[in-house]
């Protein structure tokens, strides 16, 4: 860049909360700190990253932030323009709705874009549920897969559900999902309908909350009858792995 240009912004990737709790539990004060000091920021929904942004720095009047916003509809042809600010030099904060920006998330193509213009990015310590579910799952974590949502119709959902097992079983590997949290409870029955019996399955339920549910057992322990969890409009990651 020539010398005379004004240096481009960064873009922060800035993890939320998974849910309500002291955000000293899940971001380093550093994070925390570096987060009260931008101006603009990329969210994807206004209401909810007030509220967070007000707990990071409880002395600033939030509505004086400039927030965009950058969601499941956002056209492509808008993501230039949301780059923008950065091209002049002004920093910007790219929130997730709950977790870690662009890892199932909208975000994912600002980033790639920002790398396109040679835009520095720098991912913020924070959050995951995929890799929080993965960790307490004690499935295999050294070779895995997120999928991200499984199909909704039911015929298509369950032949999904037997490739994966299959894939899992031929590469020992770790199938990861989640699914809408109102569908969980007709995920959790299709699980354990389709798949063998000796197949483990992690259902992570409502991450870092004073509910937390993480289990893990067979598909024939998960029978029902069993004591399954209520997972019904939980944010749940679900884990699978079979055995050959």
């Known amino acids: 860049m020539p010398a005379d240009v004004m240096p481009y912004g ?10 309500e709790g002291d955000l000293s539990w899940i971001l380093p004060a550093g994070v925390q700190q570096r987060v009260s000091l931008l101006e603009r920021f990329i969210v994807e929904h206004p209401k909810t990253a007030r509220h967070f942004l007000k707990q990071i720095n409880r002395e600033r009047v939030v509505q004086t932030l400039k927030l965009e916003v950058l969601d499941e509809h956002t056209p492509a042809t808008e993501l230039e323009a949301l780059l923008a600010p950065l091209l002049v030099g002004e920093d910007i904060g ?47 974590g050294q070779r895995f897969r997120f999928h991200g949502y499984l199909p909704v119709a039911p015929e298509v959902r369950n032949k ?66 069993s004591n399954w969890p209520d ?12 055995r050959g």
């Open 10 to 19: 960064t873009l922060y990737l800035i993890p939320t909360p998974l849910g």
């Open 94 to 140: 790219l929130l997730s709705e709950a977790g870690c920006p662009a890892i199932a998330d909208p975000g994912g193509m600002l980033v790639r874009l920002a790398h396109r213009r040679q835009i520095r990015v720098v991912p913020f310590v924070g959050p995951s549920a995929i890799l929080l579910a993965l960790m307490a799952s004690g499935l295999n």
């Open 160 to 225: 999904k559900i037997i490739q994966l097992e299959k894939a899992s079983i031929v590469a020992d590997e770790t199938q990861i999902f989640i699914e809408t949290p109102y569908r969980n409870q007709k995920l959790l029955e299709a699980l354990v309908q389709q798949c063998r019996v000796e197949t483990d399955l992690c259902v992570a339920s409502n991450l870092t909350q004073a509910d937390e549910v993480v289990l893990t057992q067979m598909i024939g322990e998960w029978r029902p009858g």
């Open 231 to 242: 997972l019904h409009k939980k944010p749940t990651v679900f884990l699978l792995h079979g």
